[in-house]
C-alpha cells in the first residue's frame, strides 16, 4: 500500500520549490486506495458548487477543491448546501418569541459524587483506544475505513453501554459512508446535555490518497469523552441511579467537511423540538509542547467567541473544580468546531482545547498526526472537566422556563 501511494503520489503530485503550491489531481485522476480498491472521484462531484458560511454574515459556493484550499488556508466555514434550514427559525424568532436563557448552578455542587468518579479515569485505556483508532489509515468520512474506523468505535461503546438497558445506543446514518455515532443516557426530564467530539480526520493535501491518523485531531477527543462516558455508566449501574436530565455523548462524522454530521443531527433535534440546555465540544485534547516549550503552563484552553458565555462561565468553574491544570482563554474564530452547529440551531454551546489557540497542535490534517505527539496526562485533564460536566450538568435542577433551581 505504501508503495503504491507514493508512486501514485510523484504521478500526481507536482511541488513549487519557490512557492510550495500544490497541484491537485483532476477528478479523473483522484482514486482512492484506502479501499483496497481504486474509486474515481466523478467530475460532478468534484466540481459541485457547496454553499458555505464563512462568517454569521458571508456566504459563498464554492467547489471542493476550494473548500480544501480554504482549510489549507486556515478557513473555517460551515458547509450548509443540506442544511440551509438549520436555525432559520431560531434566527427569525421577536425578542418575545426566543427561548428563554439557560441558566446554570453558580457552583459545582456534586463534589462527593465526581471527585470520587475521577480517580477511576484512566489514561492506559484512553491510550489503547486511540491505539486502535490511529491505526485505520485514515477515517476521512468518505472512505472505506473511515467507515470502518467508525463501526469500531460503535463496537467499543457498546462494551459499556449495554451494561445500562436504558442507554439508547444507535449509529446516525448519513448520505456519505461514515455514520456519526448518539449514545443517549435517559434522564427523568427530556432536557438534554450533550457531549461532542468528532471522529473523522483528514489529510488536507489528498485526502482521498494520503494517511490521516488524526491522532489529536480528534481521535483525542474521541477517547476523552469515549473514557468519561465509561466511567459514568458504569456508575450508573452500579449504583441504579438515574439522572436529573438526559444526557447524550455524540461523536461525528465528517466535521472536517463542513461540520456536516453535526448539523445533520441537530437539525433533526431542531426539528424534532429537542431541549438541548448545554452541549460541550472537545476538539483536540491532548497536545501541550508548544505551550511547554515557550514556558507557558499547561492549561485547559476556553474558546471565548462563538459560544454560550453562560454554559463557557460554569466550564471556567467545572474546570477549578475538578481539575489539577488551570484555563486559559482563547479563540479560535467562527465555526471552529461542530459547537457551532449546536449554537446555530439556538442551542447554548461552548468548546475546550487542549491550549491556547495559538499553542495547539501544528501537525494536524496531515501524516504527522500521531499519538507520539501527545500527553495522556493532558487528556486526562480533559476527561475530568468532561465527566465533571456532565454529572453536574446531569443532576442539575433546570426550571420549566430555562432557569436554575436549588431543590430543597
Known amino acids: 500500500m505504501k508503495s503504491l501511494i507514493s508512486y501514485s503520489l510523484l504521478s500526481l503530485v507536482s511541488v513549487s520549490r519557490l512557492t510550495g503550491a500544490i497541484t491537485i489531481p483532476s477528478p479523473e485522476q483522484e482514486r482512492v486506495f484506502v479501499t483496497g480498491k481504486s474509486r474515481e472521484i466523478s467530475t460532478q462531484e468534484a466540481l459541485e458548487k457547496r454553499l458555505i458560511h464563512l462568517s454569521p454574515t458571508e456566504t459563498k459556493w464554492v467547489t471542493e477543491d476550494e473548500k480544501l484550499e480554504l482549510k489549507r488556508q486556515g478557513f473555517n466555514f460551515m458547509d450548509i448546501t443540506d442544511y440551509q434550514h ?4 431560531n434566527a427569525f424568532r421577536t425578542a418575545s418569541q426566543k427561548k428563554p436563557a439557560i441558566e446554570y448552578p453558580p457552583q459545582p455542587g456534586q463534589q462527593k459524587t465526581v471527585k470520587p468518579l475521577l480517580e477511576k479515569l484512566d489514561k492506559k485505556t484512553m491510550q489503547s483506544n486511540l491505539e486502535t483508532f490511529t491505526s485505520f489509515y485514515t477515517r476521512y468520512a468518505k472512505s472505506d475505513t473511515g467507515r470502518q474506523s467508525s463501526e469500531w468505535l460503535l463496537k467499543r461503546i457498546n462494551e459499556t453501554a449495554h451494561l445500562l438497558p436504558s442507554i439508547e445506543l444507535k449509529p446516525f446514518p448519513h448520505t456519505w459512508i461514515q455514520s456519526s455515532i448518539i449514545a443517549k443516557i435517559p434522564g427523568k426530564t427530556e432536557k438534554t446535555v450533550v457531549i461532542g467530539a468528532h471522529q473523522d480526520s ?83 485534547t491532548g497536545f501541550v509542547r508548544k505551550t511547554l516549550d515557550a514556558g507557558k503552563p499547561e492549561s485547559v ?70 499519538i507520539e505527539h501527545l500527553s495522556f496526562d493532558h487528556m486526562l485533564q480533559h476527561a475530568k472537566l468532561t465527566l465533571g460536566l456532565a454529572y453536574e450538568l446531569g443532576q442539575a435542577q433546570f426550571g420549566d422556563k430555562g432557569g436554575y433551581s436549588v431543590e430543597l
Open 86 to 89: 438549520l436555525g432559520y427559525e
Open 202 to 284: 483528514i489529510n488536507l493535501f489528498l485526502p482521498s490518497i494520503l494517511a490521516a491518523p488524526g491522532a489529536d485531531d480528534d481521535g483525542s477527543g474521541t477517547v476523552t469523552i469515549l473514557e468519561a462516558f465509561c466511567v459514568l455508566v458504569t456508575h450508573l449501574v452500579k449504583t441504579g441511579e438515574q439522572l436529573e436530565n438526559t444526557v447524550e455523548f455524540h461523536w461525528y462524522s465528517a466535521e472536517e467537511l463542513g461540520l456536516w454530521g453535526s448539523q445533520a443531527i441537530f437539525s433533526s433535534y431542531e426539528k424534532e423540538g429537542r431541549e438541548v440546555v448545554a452541549m460541550l465540544q472537545q476538539d483536540m
Open 301 to 370: 484552553g476556553v474558546i471565548t467567541d462563538y459560544v454560550d458565555p453562560a454554559l463557557t462561565e460554569f466550564i471556567k468553574k467545572i474546570i477549578t473544580e475538578y481539575c489539577d491544570i488551570p484555563y486559559v482563554l482563547t479563540q479560535c474564530g467562527y465555526a471552529c468546531s461542530d459547537h457551532a452547529s449546536a449554537s446555530k440551531a439556538g442551542y447554548p454551546s461552548a468548546f475546550v482545547i487542549e491550549s491556547a489557540f495559538s499553542d495547539s497542535d501544528n501537525h494536524i490534517h496531515t501524516t504527522e498526526d500521531k
